[in-house]
């Protein structure tokens, strides 16, 4: 889950990390009492949840008030990555005199979290890692939750010149790591770390993502979910317990397995259709799944057909059989239904739906082809 | 033979007394597992399907001389479940839980890596989160997967997909081909077990003849499995890549970019496979006639 700079900014605030003073604003009044009590010059900055905001002319430096009110409008009205911006940063301008990178992520393959850092901050680091790699340091945490510091304490020594600096810096991040561990982070990246005017560091623009799946220990940050960046659907579906991705075509896919779903997407495409979604009924699926999946799926006016493709494993059959039978007695289907089930308790499902007058297929070839068939003509 | 598990496997079920763990005891006894055990924190002494049930996996140990256990345990208790069987000695850990926290299988992986080489005690192999688990046709089978789709013969098959294996594993039983072990790695970000790791078994079990790997978008295995097969694998090996038509992933900041490395789209995945002369098919029902080819 990715959270918003300004709850971020609140993130940092809250372990001691420092930040440019600031606060968020709605209009442009809200903007001007609070740049009055920062003094100008103060930045404001789109809150969207995308990136490239400086790119996109969504992050401005305005030095009065006349100035604050027309960027304040003009950034409001952009389109970011398709969405409009309904929140401004306010912050106090901090003087940079240089910029460093610092984020905390996982390193899946080491199966570590991983520091890295580089004294090239800014926009272009992912160039940098690119042309100058040499110039990115990396420092394993080695399944430690707290910073060593001892050993920490030779990157910050590459990293920084000035010893004060580098145990300011250690200080921080330190700090960063706490938070990255206590808040379930997948990552936490400052860029840029700044030196200021007065030669301090502090956080210029920090980015949080939350692990999905450590929401359930983290209640507080779950209710900040910004649901404008979440397809409705998206939403209702992952409340459901289903994984469901809206797509362009026409044939509506009900699979189980996020591999098998990709794979059904595939096949749809290797036939010659095209797939309207992806939608994963996940695994040990009730009944109710499948009705659910059903009704999500059917409300996109663009589906000619319903593919349900099943491979049993700890998904039980016969639960997919009795969620079909439910849903046809509760919604009136308006498209042609092409089921395929094949694995755990299959005997019994085929039966119950052969009973209700059901077709089914065994093979996945065979009822993409129908599907596909049913779709395009 | 085959790989990780037999007939000799001695397997304990870590949420036996819940929903999946009793209906998948009851699979895994029928297929002939060897289910010694059921650990349900204050449900010793209970029976599930004739299986004594243990507070603790120590105690199910000293009782039972398991070497394997399988977790059916919620997300939120995964870990503790894991690191129980890392402490006591269980020599193959096949986690079927999906949801896991990254930061909790971090953990595990730390304590998984405390080998005695580096002054640790870990014995344990982990196979998943959020996998099927493994079956040895006809011997033995730890998870979820429904049996009767699998046969014993010599195809070692390694994927990090459930459902997308059986479909595979189906279509080369009803072709008559046999398999030596399959083995399913997991979905998530970090996992016990991967690509590389299987491919070594395969290559050096000497029944298996020829491997089948399925993968999928994202991650970098897909790559490293190339580059092991250039270096290592000599038996055919033939992939499905799954995802050509996924929508392209979200990104994660910068470090997401800065930490991975190349393109993990489905058909860069296919090309690099390809170069190391991997057979790469296109739909789950080619992998028999591909198998058959290469192995005349």
């Not at chain 2, 295995?221 to 055919?236: G, L, N, R, T, W």
Request: net charge neutral; hydrophobic share 40%.
């Amino acid at each position: 889950m990715k959270i918003h700079e300004y709850q971020a900014r609140d993130l940092l605030a809250q372990y001691g990390i420092p930040i440019a003073e600031g606060g968020v604003a709605q209009s442009p009044q809200e903007a001007l009492s609070l740049a009055k009590k920062l003094g100008f010059p103060v930045v404001l900055k789109a809150q969207v949840l995308v990136g490239g905001r400086g790119k996109a002319g969504g992050v401005k430096v305005v030095a009065d008030e006349a100035d604050l009110v027309n960027q304040f409008n003009r950034i409001k009205n952009l389109t970011m990555g398709g969405y409009t911006v309904e929140r401004l940063l306010v912050a106090r301008a901090i003087d940079i005199r240089k910029e460093y990178y610092v984020a905390l992520t996982v390193d899946n393959i080491k199966g570590d979290v991983v520091i890295i850092a580089s004294g090239e901050g800014g926009v272009d680091i992912e160039e940098t890692a690119k042309t100058n790699p040499e110039k990115i340091l990396k420092f394993y945490m080695h399944g430690e939750k707290i910073l060593d510091e001892r050993r920490w304490a030779l990157v910050a020594a590459q990293l920084f010149a000035d010893t004060r600096l580098q145990m300011s810096a250690t200080v921080m991040i330190g700090k960063l790591v706490k938070l990255f561990f206590e808040k379930d982070c997948t990552l936490a990246e400052i860029n840029p770390f700044v030196v200021n005017g007065e030669g301090n560091l502090m956080a210029a623009d920090v980015k949080v993502i939350i692990d999905d799946n450590g929401l359930f220990r983290q209640p507080e940050l779950s209710q900040r979910r910004d649901l404008k960046y979440d397809d409705p659907d998206e939403l209702e579906a992952k409340d459901k317990g289903l994984s469901f991705v809206k797509l362009e075509g026409n044939v509506g896919c009900i699979v189980n397995g996020a591999g098998l779903a990709m794979g059904t997407m595939d096949a749809v495409n290797l036939m010659g259709g095209t797939p309207a979604n992806f939608l994963d009924v996940g695994g040990s699926s009730n009944p109710e799944k499948v009705l659910n999946a059903l009704k999500i799926i059917l409300r996109n006016p663009s589906i000619k057909v319903v593919l349900i493709n099943i491979f049993g494993g700890i998904t039980r059959c016969d639960d997919i059989a009795s969620g079909i039978l439910t849903a046809l007695a509760q919604i009136k289907m308006t498209v042609p239904l092409v089921i395929r089930l094949t694995g755990t308790n299959e005997a019994v499902a085929k039966e119950m739906l052969n009973k209700a007058g059901l077709t089914t297929f065994s093979s996945m070839r065979q009822a993409v082809v129908e599907a596909v068939k049913l779709a395009n003509k | 033979m085959s790989i990780l598990i037999d007939q000799n496997t001695r397997v304990i079920v870590q949420g036996i007394t819940g929903r999946d763990g009793s209906f998948h005891t009851k699979q895994m006894l029928e297929y002939g597992t060897k289910v010694v055990g059921g650990v349900t924190p204050g449900k010793g002494g209970q029976q599930l399907e004739g299986v004594p049930v243990f507070n603790s996996v120590k105690e199910a140990r000293a009782a039972t001389r398991c070497n394997a256990a399988v977790i059916y345990v919620p997300a939120k208790f995964a870990k503790d479940a894991i690191l129980e069987d890392i402490q006591n000695g269980i020599e193959l850990i096949v986690c079927i839980t999906e949801g896991i926290p990254v930061l909790d299988m971090v953990e595990v992986k730390k304590a998984l890596d405390a080998r005695p080489a580096v002054g640790g005690s870990s014995q344990s192999r982990l196979i998943g989160p959020n996998c099927p688990g493994l079956i040895s046709p006809g011997k033995c089978k730890i998870g979820i997967m429904p049996g009767h789709i699998h046969k014993p013969g010599n195809i070692g098959v390694v994927s990090r997909s459930g459902t997308l294996t059986y479909e595979v594993v189906y279509n080369l039983t009803i072709h008559h081909i046999g398999q030596s072990s399959c083995v399913g790695l997991g979905g998530d970000p970090i996992i016990g077990t991967r690509f590389v790791d299987v491919l070594k078994m395969f290559q050096d079990d000497p029944d298996t003849k020829a491997i089948v790997m399925v993968g999928e978008i994202g991650g970098g295995d897909e790559q490293m499995a190339a580059d092991f097969i250039k270096s290592y694998v000599k038996k055919p090996v033939a992939a499905f890549i799954a995802g050509r038509t996924a929508p392209a992933g979200k990104r994660m900041g910068h470090a997401g970019a800065i930490i991975s490395s190349g393109d993990s789209t489905a058909q860069a995945k296919m090309q690099i496979l390809k170069d190391a002369g991997v057979d790469v098919i296109d739909f789950p029902d080619e992998i028999p006639q591909a198998m058959a080819k290469r192995l005349l």
